[in-house]
T-cell receptor, first 113, second 114 residues
Framework: DQQVKQNSPSLSVQEGRISILNCDYT??????FLWYKKYPAEGPTFLIS?????DKNEDGRFTVFLNKSAKHLSLHIVPSQPGDSAVYFC????????????FGKGTKLTVNP | NAGVMQNPRHLVRRRGQEARLRCSPM?????VYWYRQLPEEGLKFMVY????????ESGMPKERFSAEFPKEGPSILRIQQVVRGDSAAYFC????????????FGSGTRLTVV
């Protein structure tokens, strides 16, 4: 049962344009959401997070939007740069006191020069 | 300040052998997490440990897998009698306290079972 879903395995955008990566979740007990970026042969690197009490969090070129009613979040990267090319994972954690993260399968972003 | 160190980076084992994966958390981090990534999949939680304690092992397969984080030394993920399906990337993460924002992942160990 996939509790965190990233339905687009890949996304290709032009340098300078906006990249929008989407993530849906099914567990209404999730209250904290994170995005990780992963290059080949490296571990995931934390990018940005959002608590369920907010609907937007911004950090430089990266903005995460949360729509709780739709159980949907998205990561916007503006402007996209070739160095942003990587696999992006959405992750969530819940209110059960557990420290574990539930990850989506990832979206491979390619930013073309 | 070195990051989370995992070794070996690559490990090849024959079916039936044992695999030992090591993880040294960042300095000052007392919480360690192990995740597994199968091909074309996201990371799946395996186990959460603090020094000398297993806090949550709900993601660990019931047999052949064990983990420890001793008072001294690295955390060890041990897989006995490996099978082809154990081939995956195993990532360790550490944090200084509870709270997912503090997760720092290592570069992983890629286990191949032949």
């Amino acid at each position: 049962d996939q509790q965190v879903k990233q339905n687009s395995p890949s996304l290709s955008v032009q340098e300078g344009r906006i990249s929008i990566l989407n993530c849906d979740y099914t567990n209404s007990m999730f209250d904290y959401f994170l995005w990780y970026k992963k290059y080949p042969a490296e571990g995931p690197t934390f990018l940005i997070s959002i608590s369920s009490i907010k609907d937007k969090n911004e950090d430089g070129r990266f903005t995460v939007f949360l729509n709780k009613s739709a159980k949907h979040l998205s990561l916007h990267i503006v402007p996209s740069q070739p160095g942003d090319s990587a696999v992006y994972f959405c992750a969530a954690s819940g209110t059960d006191g557990s420290e574990k993260l539930v990850f989506g399968k990832g979206t491979k972003l390619t930013v073309n020069p | 300040n070195a990051g989370v160190m995992q070794n070996p980076r690559h490990l090849v084992r024959r079916r039936g052998q044992e695999a030992r994966l090591r993880c040294s958390p960042m300095k000052g981090h007392s919480h360690v997490y192990w995740y597994r990534q199968l091909p074309e999949e996201g990371l799946k939680f395996m186990v959460y440990l603090q020094k000398e304690n297993i806090i949550d092992e709900s993601g660990m397969p019931k047999e052949r897998f064990s983990a420890e984080f001793p008072k001294e030394g690295p955390s060890i993920l041990r897989i006995q009698q490996v099978v082809r399906g154990d081939s995956a990337a195993y990532f360790c993460a550490s944090s200084p306290r509870t709270g997912q924002n503090g997760y720092t992942f290592g570069s992983g160990t890629r286990l191949t079972v032949v």
